[in-house]
């Protein structure tokens, strides 16, 4: 029994995932979400073996990727009081890192403390206000680990391309050599 498609997949999730590893499904973005889904468990009944080409979500098989649309979405996990309970705790903590990291300033009675809210909100890795804070803190001299988030594949395929197009076109001066004529009147 094939378990079906979870609803927190959206339709853009769900072609961004067809389009980003080359999935053999025709479709039009006039399409809603379940003809979407309704291509996918069709593709998953023929059972056809598929290997596809290294990539972020880290799919190489048809099996792979039926295991991953069956589960919830790692991009959508917290609700929006799960959201504003991280974002009290980011900015409580930027305000540790800019207060020079005196614990006295914030309203944490232990360093202890400070590291358990750490160790929750880096599961939360696609805000950017965690990413931010995991960077404040891993500059603290006095650190006892490095704060690395937990970053989904799709939120980790946009940082990777928006790195690589601030590298593509650097301003910078282009100089030429050779020769030139210049003529006045």
Not at 94 to 123: A, P, W
């Amino acid at each position: 029994m094939l378990r079906p498609i979870d609803k927190s997949h959206s339709k853009n999730d769900l072609i961004d995932i067809i389009n980003t590893i080359d999935v053999p499904i025709v479709f039009s973005h006039a399409n809603n979400k379940r003809d979407i889904q309704d291509k996918l468990m069709e593709l998953f009944e023929l059972n056809i073996p598929i290997v596809f080409q290294p990539n972020v979500y880290k799919i190489e098989t048809l099996k792979d990727l039926r295991i991953y649309v069956s589960n919830p979405n790692p991009k959508k996990i917290f609700s929006v009081k799960d959201k504003q309970t991280i974002m009290l705790i980011c900015k409580e903590i930027v305000k540790f890192c800019n207060n020079n990291y005196i614990l006295s300033k914030t309203n944490y009675k232990t360093i202890r403390d400070l590291e358990d809210d750490m160790l929750y909100i880096i599961q939360f890795g696609d805000l950017p206000s965690v990413r931010r804070v995991c960077r404040l803190m891993n500059d603290n001299v006095q650190k006892s680990q490095i704060w690395t988030p937990i970053i989904s594949p799709q939120v980790r395929k946009l940082l990777d391309e928006k790195e690589k197009s601030k590298k593509i076109n650097p301003s910078s001066i282009i100089i030429k050599k050779g020769d030139y004529n210049i003529i006045f009147d």
